[in-house]
T-cell receptor, first 110, second 114 residues
Framework: SQQGEEDPQALSIQEGENATMNCSYK?????LQWYRQNSGRGLVHLIL?????REKHSGRLRVTLDTSKKSSSLLITASRAADTASYFC??????????FGSGTKLNVKP | GAGVSQSPSNKVTEKGKDVELRCDPI?????LYWYRQSLGQGLEFLIY????????KSGLPSDRFSAERTGGSVSTLTIQRTQQEDSAVYLC????????????FGNGTRLTVT
């Protein structure tokens, strides 16, 4: 399977703490994207990092990519209760197809 | 502007019946994807329409599943002779065709086969 794997599967933290989620994948990629899914909703795009980039920031989000290890991490700083959701990484190869990981369920306690 | 719209939002059907799920993508998006998500799980790729090219059907789990996209816009996913294991949320997403364009998802159709 080309799907990625996220860890941890579930993460529970206090508001204000940082949350780190990891993603590993199997094949070469063009880019890697992170998505967020609130319960009962579709996924929402958060951030994209290209295969020639190592780190990217967007607001409270920081994404790293290590293509030699085929892994990525998503850091959410100063978490808020509203960040509670499932987070998925998705890899996109040369044929534009997206493969999603199994997701990390984040719970931020107020 | 309008996002990706899926209908119905919920569908309950009896085992053995056929169902049709509809997806209206964002206007101008030439790529359209269908995914299946079982409860608490990740997304399973089903099928991908890319502009005028032949669709990539490699993720369809059986020949009971089919999809079409008419006029490069609306897509319909059809499941024939539904089984209980088909119960899941079916998500549709669209994007521009160029690599790096993010996916825009609908809210999905929750299918329950009784």
């Amino acid at each position: 399977s080309q799907q990625g794997e996220e860890d941890p599967q579930a993460l529970s933290i206090q508001e204000g703490e940082n949350a780190t989620m990891n993603c590993s994948y199997k094949t070469s990629i063009n880019n890697l994207q992170w998505y967020r899914q609130n319960s009962g909703r579709g996924l929402v795009h958060l951030i994209l990092i290209r295969s020639n980039e190592r780190e990217k920031h967007s607001g409270r989000l920081r994404v790293t990519l290590d293509t030699s290890k085929k892994s990525s991490s998503l850091l959410i700083t100063a978490s808020r209760a509203a960040d509670t959701a499932s987070y998925f990484c998705a890899t996109q190869g040369n044929f534009n197809k997206f493969y999603f990981g199994s997701g990390t369920k984040l719970n931020v306690k107020p | 502007g309008a996002g990706v719209s899926q209908s119905p939002s919920n569908k309950v059907t009896e085992k053995g019946k056929d169902v049709e799920l509809r997806c209206d993508p964002i206007s101008g998006h030439t790529a359209l994807y269908w995914y299946r998500q079982s409860l608490g799980q990740g997304l399973e790729f089903l099928i991908y329409f890319q502009g005028n090219s032949a669709p990539d059907k490699s993720g369809l789990p059986s020949d009971r599943f089919s999809a079409e996209r008419t006029g490069g816009s609306v897509s319909t996913l059809t499941i024939q002779r539904t089984q209980q294991e088909d119960s899941a949320v079916y998500l549709c997403a669209s994007s521009f065709l160029d690599t790096g364009s993010p996916l825009h998802f609908g809210n999905g159709t929750r299918l329950t086969v009784t």
